[in-house]
């Protein structure tokens, strides 16, 4: 029994860095599924919200980013669930399991007739996203030896990264020139693909000690809620700005269409730089990478505001808003398992639902402002205030852990 427990950690290097690519490649097609409406709000408004969009573009564009928040709550109520339901699941399978879900969740988002249609499958395509991360983070975890947690999850999270970098701004070019449904069939092939890839090289492992009550004892902690309250809160920044990004490029600083996924190219890179440079930083000290990472965010999301109606502003500000956004990624992810001990599982995954909880309340009021008459550019504004919620949320947490009585 304990060979069988330790063969992740003592699999060979030649075997290790295929597996976590397997993972990662996951998290790419994630990122696709994710990411990729906010270069095609515009599209999807157009589609499925005709008569709306032909009265009120931006009205109809604030409608269709409720596919971004049905999404994003398919994550909210999917993480804990089945991070609860699945505790003594052996992780490559659970990982196996959820990649189908996504394969037919997005499927249906393709196919479905209907704007109604359409958020319901959306949601149902977001219900495994965060137990995904927990679980394929947990084994990239023990892929990579003990001590090495951080740079696991930044393993997998990098796949996030890269599909901003490359895949996304190319599905959304694929989705403007041949429509957003054949962008999305585009995507469940990526998730076919990586179900194949973590089937092939990821090797077995038992769940890590979990029970269905152990992971749900973990939510009566103070400090898990305010952890996750501060994710939510601080990163529906990023999403306030990202999910309207496409037309922030062509009507506010009036470029092409075309543009727009070169736009989020440059906010892809700048989400890969903020994943590493956080990762490492994290490792070694967690409460100053947390709360250096929401003043940075602050202070891009100000540049932002004050410079989207430029191209070079445009491009910089999109850079340094994934930047300092996927810097705080790591340091999240690691401070819930911190404050979640004996629940590993469920930890990982509540970061997850607090993050699409800032996704969706992002977009919702970046939605709202823009519905409101005040332009495109004000979810920067929005992206300011939630970021300065969340700093202020972190200085708590940080200030009652040092405070909290020492265990003996």
């Known amino acids: 029994m ?19 690519l397997a993972l990662a490649f996951g998290a790419v097609a994630i990122g696709l599924t994710e990411f990729v409406p906010a270069g095609l709000l515009p599209d999807i408004a157009q589609d499925v919200l005709g008569a709306e969009y032909a009265s009120s573009p931006p009205d109809a564009v604030a409608h269709a980013g409720w596919m971004v928040t049905a999404y994003a709550l398919g994550v909210v109520v999917g993480a804990p669930t089945i991070a609860a339901l699945t505790a003594r699941i052996p992780r490559r399978r659970l990982v196996l399991g959820l990649l189908v879900m996504f394969v037919v969740g997005t499927v249906a988002s393709a196919v479905a007739p209907s704007f109604e249609l359409v958020i319901a499958a959306r949601f149902l395509a977001g219900l495994p996203h965060g137990a ?41 070019h694929l989705g403007q020139t041949a429509g ?18 973590v089937a092939a090289t990821v090797p077995d492992a038992p769940a890590t000690g979990g029970s269905p009550a152990a992971e749900l004892r973990s939510l009566r902690r103070p400090l898990v809620w305010l952890t996750a309250v501060t994710a939510a809160v601080g990163f529906a920044g990023f999403f306030a700005i990202n999910s309207y990004i496409a037309p922030v490029t062509t009507e506010v600083a009036g470029l092409s269409a075309g543009t727009v ?22 490792d070694r000290n967690l409460p100053r990478a947390t709360l250096l990472g929401f003043a940075a965010m602050i202070v891009t999301a100000v540049l932002f505001g004050l410079t989207a109606d430029t191209g070079a502003g445009l491009f910089a500000g999109a850079f340094l808003i994934g930047a300092t956004s ?15 001990p004996g ?22 009021l970046g939605g709202v402002v823009i519905a ?33 009585p020492a265990k003996t």
């Open 326 to 340: 996927l810097f705080l990624g790591p340091a999240l992810q690691s401070r819930l398992i911190a404050v979640a």
């Open 343 to 364: 629940a590993q599982l469920m930890g990982a995954a509540v970061n997850q639902s607090a993050m699409n909880i800032a996704n969706s309340l992002g977009a919702a």
């Open 372 to 404: 409101a008459g005040l332009g495109y550019r004000a979810p920067a504004w929005v992206g300011v205030g939630l970021g300065v919620a969340g700093l202020a949320l972190a200085a708590l947490g940080f200030t009652a852990d040092r405070r909290r």
């Open 2 to 20: 304990l060979q069988k427990s330790n063969s992740v950690a003592e699999v060979g290097t030649r075997r290790r860095w295929p597996a976590l």
């Open 180 to 197: 957003w449904r054949t962008a999305y069939l585009v995507i469940a092939g990526v998730f076919a693909l990586a179900l194949l890839a």
């Open 261 to 282: 996924p070169w736009v989020l190219v440059a906010m892809g890179l700048g989400m890969t730089v903020g994943n590493a440079a956080g990762g490492w930083y994290a």
């Open 132 to 172: 995904y991360f927990g679980a394929a983070g947990l084994l990239a975890a023990s892929l990579m030896g003990p001590g090495s947690e951080g740079r696991g999850f930044a393993a997998v999270l990098s796949g996030l990264t890269l599909s901003n970098v490359v895949g996304v701004p190319a599905i959304t």
